[in-house]
């Protein structure tokens, strides 16, 4: 079975705080992705990797950079948080181009 | 341009049989997939279709049609458990090599 975990389930930051979302497959997969889901919106892409040390924006990239220095794991920084990031924010695996499988997802709130 | 188009909310009878329908505009289509999220969970996939026709895995069934720009999950048999809300996404190799668009999800409520 494929797993993604993601470090938080739940997560409350303070308005200009520096915020780290980690997400870790045991898959070996090659492609990793972050996005955020808030109502009426839908799933949007923030930032994707194709592979170690590669990364590629999304749709909605402002205010968040990202990380991955080993394969199996990809990291979401918030460098400074702001109320409107708060949201569900899930990462998500694929082998290639196939079936995106998800982690639980982080709810996270910006006071 | 892209555009996903799913109802918002459907509400069935258990042990009924509800059509949630998908339509789609991409200009490089290759492929199209469905997920299942419970409320403050991650979504789940469920099926994929990239030829024209029914897939068929137990209780659900998804169609597609590439022509129409149209697909559909058909869930039977409905539990109660299938409460939650259904995603729609389409790869479109003409976004970013093929990322997956979604639609926002239709939120199915299964009565008693």
């Known amino acids: 079975d494929v797993k993604v975990t993601q470090s938080s389930r739940y997560l409350v930051k303070r308005t200009g705080e520096k915020v780290f979302l980690e997400c870790v497959q045991d898959m070996d997969h090659e492609n990793m992705f972050w996005y955020r889901q808030d109502p009426g919106l839908g799933l949007r892409l923030i930032y994707f990797?194709?592979?170690?040390?590669?990364?590629e924006k999304g749709d909605i990239p402002e205010g968040y950079s990202v990380s991955r220095e080993k394969k199996e794991r990809f990291s979401l920084i918030l460098e400074s948080a702001s109320t409107n990031q708060t949201s569900m924010y899930l990462c998500?695996?694929?082998?290639?181009?196939?079936?995106?499988?998800f982690g639980p997802g982080t709810r996270l709130t910006v006071l | 341009g892209q555009n996903i188009d799913q109802p918002t909310e459907m509400t069935a009878t258990e042990g009924a049989i509800v059509q949630i329908n998908c339509t789609y505009q991409?200009?490089?289509?290759?492929?199209l997939f469905w997920y299942q999220q419970h409320a403050g969970e991650a979504p789940t996939f469920l099926s994929y279709?990239?030829?024209?026709g029914l897939e068929e895995k137990g209780r659900f069934s998804s169609f597609l049609s590439r022509s129409k720009g149209y697909s559909y999950l058909l869930l039977k048999e409905l539990q109660m458990k299938d409460s939650a809300s259904y995603l729609c996404a389409v790869r479109d190799l003409n976004n970013q090599g093929g990322k997956l668009i979604f639609g926002q999800g239709t939120e199915l409520s299964v009565k008693p």
């Open positions: 991409t200009s490089g289509f290759n492929g």
């Open positions: 998500a695996s694929s082998l290639l181009e196939n079936t995106q499988y």
């Open positions: 990797s194709y592979d170690v040390k590669m990364k």
């Open positions: 279709n990239v030829l024209d």
